[in-house]
T-cell receptor, first 113, second 114 residues
């Protein structure tokens, strides 16, 4: 089974802190994604990557950056956390040849105080 | 990107067949239709994907009419454990490049009652 592991299920940070959310997948997938999920807004794509060191902006990249130094790892970075970034963050991965089948992690619930 | 419209919520009873319809009027030639299921506090899970006509797997069926402007996810004989949010997505999965990634809408919240 494909496993997508997110480093923390729950985080509490303070406004202005730098936050790292880590995601690792074990199935050699080329594509990796970061979404955030908020009540009433569904899932919104922040960034995605289709190869090491490659990244593309999604629908809501403002306030976020990403890093993909290794194929299996995709990191989401909040340079200076703000309260409006309190959310559930979901990482996903997929094969290049089958980008429609996303495999998601369990999510990281971030609270920014 | 093709936009999708689906009902916000639906109720059903155990043992019934549930059909959830999704509208995607501006679907493009290369777009596929994909459905996901999400339980509370979990990430979405892939259910089924199709391009046209009918697709069936061990979990669900997907019906797509000839004009492809809508699709229907059919869940046979639902149980309480099928209570979840179901998302319909439309996207170009052939050309894996910027702008063709799948976009999730608000989903349909299905409540299965005893």
């Amino acid at each position: 089974d494909v496993k997508v592991t997110q480093s923390s299920r729950y985080l509490v940070k303070r406004t202005g802190e730098k936050v790292f959310l880590e995601c690792v997948q074990d199935m050699d997938h080329e594509n990796m994604f970061w979404y955030r999920q908020d009540p009433g807004l569904g899932l919104r794509l922040i960034y995605f990557s289709y190869d090491v060191k490659m990244k593309e902006k999604g629908d809501i990249p403002e306030g976020y950056s990403v890093s993909r130094e290794k194929k299996e790892r995709f990191s989401l970075i909040l340079e200076s956390a703000s309260t409006n970034q309190t959310s559930m963050y979901l990482c996903a991965s997929s094969l290049w040849r089958d980008p429609g089948e996303l495999f998601f992690g369990e999510g990281s619930r971030l609270t920014v105080l | 990107l093709a936009k999708t419209t689906q009902p916000i919520s639906m109720d059903s009873y155990e043992g019934q067949e549930v059909n959830i319809t999704c509208s995607h009027n501006n679907i493009a030639t290369n777009d596929y239709i994909t459905w996901y299921q999400q339980f509370p506090s979990q990430g979405p899970r892939f259910i089924i994907q199709g391009y046209k006509t009918k697709v069936t797997n061990e979990v669900a069926s997907l019906f797509i009419p000839a004009d492809r402007k809508s699709s229907t996810l059919s869940l046979p004989r639902v149980s309480l454990s099928d209570t979840a949010v179901y998302y319909c997505l439309v996207g170009d999965i052939v050309n894996n490049n910027a702008g063709n990634m799948l976009t999730f809408g608000g989903g349909t919240r299905l409540m299965v009652k005893p």
